[in-house]
């Protein structure tokens, strides 16, 4: 599994939910990659390794600075297609589901949305998803490749015990 995870910013920090979910992405993969879109933002991408990313791509463009969708769709694509990335992950907010709903239809990818939870069961990649008034869990997967899921925020906390080092940051 080849896992990328959107790794949303404000004020010059990563945000809480967006490590929650590179901290469980990584109980899930050895090497994850971590992604950080914006102006100004490579001094906040090495600081990703401790919750588990392994590699943190940064595109630092002046266009970025703006938290607008669609320039971030337009570089996620082209990575997610270039880096052979099968899942994208996202901690919930209203620009990553505006991020993550362009994406799915720029690759024609499946996105599950609402998740509370990622397993792998059997070699599959099995999401977790609350219904019927968060009463029941339900599993739901995917048809195709890449897998897009959009994780509820605060579902993992970040664990920054994951790994002790700085993750390689490279520009792309």
């Known amino acids: 599994m080849s896992i990328l995870v959107f790794l949303e910013h404000h ?4 945000l809480k939910p ?3 979910v590179l901290s469980k992405a990584a109980t ?3 090497d994850v990659a971590g992604i950080v879109l914006g102006s100004g933002v ?3 991408a090495s600081g990703a390794g401790k919750f588990g990313a392994a590699k943190v791509l940064v595109v630092d463009k002046p266009e970025l600075e703006a938290p607008l969708p669609q320039p971030r769709v337009d570089a996620l694509a082209s990575i997610v297609k270039d880096g052979g990335y099968d899942t994208v ?3 919930a907010s209203v620009l990553s589901a505006d991020v993550a709903s362009g994406l799915s239809a720029r690759l024609q990818a499946g996105l599950n949305w609402d998740l509370t939870d990622l397993v792998q069961q059997d070699g599959n990649l099995i999401g977790k998803r609350p219904a019927l008034g968060d009463s029941v869990l339900v599993d739901v997967g995917w048809r195709s ?3 897009l899921s959009l994780i509820r925020s605060g579902t993992f906390d970040p664990d920054s015990e994951t790994r002790s080092v700085d993750a390689e940051v490279e520009e792309v």
């Open 18 to 20: 967006s490590l929650g």
């Open 145 to 147: 490749k890449p897998r």
């Open 89 to 91: 992950l996202f901690a």
């Open 11 to 14: 004020d010059n920090e990563l």
């Open 42 to 44: 490579k001094e906040i």
């Open 28 to 30: 899930l993969d050895d």
